[in-house]
């Protein structure tokens, strides 16, 4: 089956841009999650639908950092203004419900903020 | 914050055993112990979870103690594929919990 698809794959922009990443989910999962990666460190949670409705945003910088998930099915991410320190890997997963399924991994976005 | 310690980095040689331990002294009863990798440039990939017994698939075992407080990660012959940052993860399954990432343990598989 395929898998979770992520694009761009890179991007480079200046500070204070914004930049938009999208998300297309493995076919009929339910639950999406954003998570950002810093070098070096493990990926930290940024959002988590179900369906089309947020479950949990709580580390979501609302100042800067939007989500959505039209329909149920894929999801953007954007970030207006961009700092340097937003300069890191953002992932998309999904998985077919919350609980205890595995979650499946697209391959990220690497974003680079000059 | 992450609910798991695991060692920053490991060395293993190729064909041998990689033993990968995890300290999870607070686990509650319902939460399982999940583990996954990520190798470089790609997302994490889930290897194993389990509750209590141990587990075994086509990627590697799973060693739970008997306390539940700690639990190793076996891949019984590392090859340098295996090269990765493994993590492990202790989650509820009620609700929508979702994974929380430590800094993982960086394996590195030498030929």
């Known amino acids: 089956e395929a898998g979770v698809a992520q694009s761009p794959r890179y991007k480079i922009i200046e500070k204070r841009q914004s930049v938009a990443f999208w998300c297309n989910p493995i076919s009929g999962h339910a639950t999406l999650y954003w998570y950002q990666q810093i070098l070096g460190q493990g990926p930290k949670l940024l959002i988590q639908f179900q369906n089309n409705g947020v479950v949990d945003d709580s580390q979501l910088p609302k100042d800067r950092f939007s989500a959505e998930r039209l329909k149920g099915v894929d999801s953007t991410l954007k970030i207006q203004p961009a700092k340097l320190e937003d300069s890191a890997v953002y992932l998309c997963a999904s998985s077919p419900a919350g609980g205890y399924e595995k979650l499946f991994f697209g391959s990220g976005t690497q974003l680079s903020v000059l | 914050d992450a609910k798991t310690t695991q060692p920053p980095s490991m060395d293993c040689a190729e064909g041998r055993a990689a033993n990968l331990p995890c300290n999870h002294s607070?686990?509650?009863?319902?939460?399982?112990v999940y583990w996954y990798r990520q190798i470089h440039s790609q997302g994490p990939q889930y290897i194993i979870h389990?509750?209590?017994n141990n587990e075994t698939n086509e990627m590697a075992s799973l060693i739970i103690t008997e306390d539940r407080k700690s639990s190793t990660l076996i891949l019984p012959h590392a090859t340098l594929r295996d090269t990765a940052v493994y993590y492990c993860i202790v989650r509820s399954p009620s609700g929508n919990t979702p994974l929380v990432f430590g800094k993982g343990t960086r394996l590195s598989v030498i030929a």
């Open positions: 389990g509750l209590k």
């Open positions: 607070t686990i509650s009863g319902n939460e399982y």
